[in-house]
């Protein structure tokens, strides 16, 4: 049974903004430092911030001999099953380490030269240079350490979805970066039968780890070796004797594995050794961010159907025009539009305020697209945020509207949004009036009716994997040429 069920909120994983978990089981997915740093959000680079203090503070400690401090740091990754993330088979267990594998690990970067020269920077560094540390336990680690964010990112899903919390629940250990400790407190979580919940934001969810110690040791610390023993001329070094290549030397990596292992000491040691290796993987690396997984992606992990748009949308169409149904209205296309537009933009808030309360914006999304119209247009103007106004109107909506959603508009908060309404009787004139607002400079604003929506559904896979021929690039470029 998975969240979603058991509290009844009438959703599917399409149309949650967290990971919609067996509350008694593990989802095979994984938690990866990379994902939250291609964010770009203030709670992503808070996550990003806490997992840096922690571990600097690991390291210090070791470097600096304190190593009942560093086995006390790392003890407190210790395994509990509110996350329900990982390979776990059955019941949730969690994978993070306990007093007993926080021995191991203290013991293994110790020895390591990556650990003691400086190398090991980040966290993630852990899955290339310490056995015994794989995806599971990095992500089960990781959102222990994000644990405050995430708890409070678990506060504001469950009263956006309507999901009862108990009060009074032992928050676990939560990173305290400023002082540089381990903290507990008392917080308000879900809970079921089975135990806590905290829930996790489903863009950042990765099948695969952004890091690789089989990849890093292949494609990058051999290739470094391969250089190093022709420079040296070592006995290692063969020489190509027919053909066009003829005099030419190289160097085999069989050889270089019968000669140094492939083990992850092997690796750490060679790393402290030609530096440049992790210097080239660490620019890989940021310069090709994972993808977060697609609606498609998380039905296949729940064996169910895709999500069905056209269902979303006519639930949006048995909505009658009018003040009857406005509150109908924006539910259904809230649901619609974050399934549709995912994961191009997600965390959506309803009736969030703004200056103070005086204003609220009917449906707000976190801009955190990596590729598409979205990816494009965060690029070029400021779109932290995308506005949705929603009018259920059985008539044309006017400048009154259209200024409206221009009023929510700020550099900071973003300057693009979606005002949705059920018909446009004129579409030439609510596009000058859309073109009259970009053109004062008071930001971007695209008009969508019913109609529209169903042609955004057929463009689905253009509006994730390109920008050239949809909708929404369509009509922006109206407001821009």
């Not at 992503?44 to 401090?69: M, P, W």
């Not at 020269?117 to 015994?132: A, C, H, I, N, R």
């Not at 449906?363 to 598409?372: D, E, I, K």
């Not at 949004?417 to 000058?432: E, F, I, M, P, T």
Request: glycine share 6%; with cysteine; aromatic share 8%.
């Amino acid at each position: 049974m998975r969240v979603s069920q058991y509290f009844k909120l009438g959703r599917d994983q399409s149309t949650l903004d967290f990971i919609n978990v067996p509350i008694n089981g593990d989802v095979p997915v994984f938690i990866d430092p990379d994902a939250l740093r291609a964010l770009g959000s203030e709670w992503g680079n808070a996550c990003v911030s806490l997992l840096q203090t922690y571990f600097e503070c690991v390291i210090k400690a070791i470097r600096a001999d304190d190593h009942g401090r560093a086995k006390a740091l790392l003890s407190q990754l210790n395994e509990r099953n509110e996350f329900h993330l990982g390979y776990s088979k059955g019941k949730s267990r969690g994978h993070a380490l306990g007093p007993i594998s926080a021995e191991k690990i203290w013991k293994r970067l110790v020895k390591s030269k990556a650990a003691t020269t400086g190398l090991m920077k980040d966290l993630e560094d852990t899955v290339l240079f310490v056995d015994g540390v794989g995806p599971d336990m990095l992500s089960d680690s990781i959102c222990n350490i994000i644990r405050g964010p995430l708890i409070a990112y678990t506060n504001q899903v469950c009263r956006y979805y309507g999901i009862p919390m108990t009060n009074d629940v032992d928050s676990g250990p939560v990173w305290n970066a400023r002082d540089e400790r381990w903290e507990r407190s008392y917080v308000s979580l879900p809970q079921t039968k089975h135990g806590t919940l905290i829930l996790v934001p489903k863009v950042i969810a990765r099948i695969k780890p952004s890091y690789d110690a089989n990849e890093y040791y292949r494609h990058f610390v051999m290739p470094a070796m391969q250089q190093y023993h022709k420079d040296l001329n070592s006995s290692l070094v063969r020489t190509v004797r027919t053909g066009k290549e003829k005099g030419k030397k190289y160097v085999t990596k069989k050889d270089l594995y019968e000669k140094y292992g492939a083990d992850k000491l092997t690796s750490a040691n060679l790393t402290a050794e030609h530096p440049s290796a992790i210097d080239n993987y660490r620019k890989h690396k940021k310069g090709n961010h994972t993808r977060p997984l697609d609606n498609i992606a998380f039905a296949k992990l729940e064996n169910i159907a895709p999500p069905d748009y056209n269902k979303l949308l006519q639930d949006v169409r048995a909505v009658l025009p009018g003040n009857a149904g406005a509150t109908h209205y924006e539910d259904a296309i809230e649901k619609l539009l974050s399934a549709l537009l995912y994961p191009s933009l997600a965390s959506p808030l309803k009736q969030h305020e703004i200056h103070e309360g005086r204003k609220r914006i009917d449906v707000t999304y976190s801009n955190v697209a990596q590729a598409g119209f979205f990816d494009w247009i965060g690029r070029r103007y400021p779109v932290a945020n995308v506005f949705v106004e929603c009018k259920n109107y059985g008539k044309d909506v006017g400048n009154p509207e259209v200024d409206q959603l221009a009023g929510r508009f700020s550099p900071s908060r973003g300057q693009f949004g979606l005002l949705v309404v059920r018909s446009v009787a004129n579409r030439a004139l609510l596009d000058k009036r859309c073109k009259d607002t970009s053109g004062d400079s008071r930001g971007f604003i695209i008009c969508l009716d019913d109609n529209d929506l169903q042609d955004l559904i057929k463009q689905r896979e253009s509006i994730i994997n390109g920008y050239n021929d949809n909708l929404l690039w369509r009509r922006f470029q109206k407001l821009i040429s």
